[in-house]
C-alpha cells in the first residue's frame, strides 16, 4: 500500500492549490512518503518542494483510503493523509514542478 500525504494551506480565506498539467485537476500539494519518514516529515518536505513554502502548524485532519481495480483484481491502494495548516514561511515557487500554484477562495472549492 503506498502512503501518501497533502496538506491546505489556508491563507485570508484562501487555499494554496496545485494544479496538475495532465489532467487539470485542483489539488493540495503532497506526494508520497519515503522509507523511514513519518507522516509529519513527509507533509514537510513534500509540500516544500512542490511550493517552496515551509508549513509550520500542520495538524493531521483525515485519513483515507483509496483501492484501484481493473478487472476485478486490485490495481493499486492508496492510503492518503490529510493534514492542514495556516502557518507558514519562506518564498513560494513562481513556477513548480508539480504544476501551476494558485490561491484559491475557499468560498468557491468545492
Not at 77 to 96: C, I, K, P, R
Request: proline share 3%.
Amino acid at each position: 500500500m503506498q502512503r501518501v500525504t497533502n496538506c491546505v494551506l489556508v491563507n485570508d480565506d484562501k487555499a494554496l492549490l496545485l494544479q496538475k498539467p495532465r489532467r487539470g485537476w485542483w489539488v493540495a500539494p503532497g506526494g508520497k512518503m519515503e522509507s523511514g519518514e513519518s507522516i509529519k516529515e513527509t507533509v514537510t518536505r513534500e509540500f516544500r518542494e512542490e511550493t517552496g513554502l515551509l508549513v509550520k502548524d500542520a495538524e493531521l485532519r483525515a485519513v483515507f483510503s483509496m483501492v484501484i481495480i481493473e478487472n476485478d483484481a486490485i490495481k493499486s491502494e492508496w492510503m492518503m493523509f490529510t493534514f492542514q495548516a495556516t502557518q507558514f514561511e519562506g518564498e513560494q515557487l513562481d513556477q513548480s514542478p508539480e504544476g501551476e500554484l494558485a490561491w484559491q477562495a475557499l468560498n468557491q472549492i468545492s
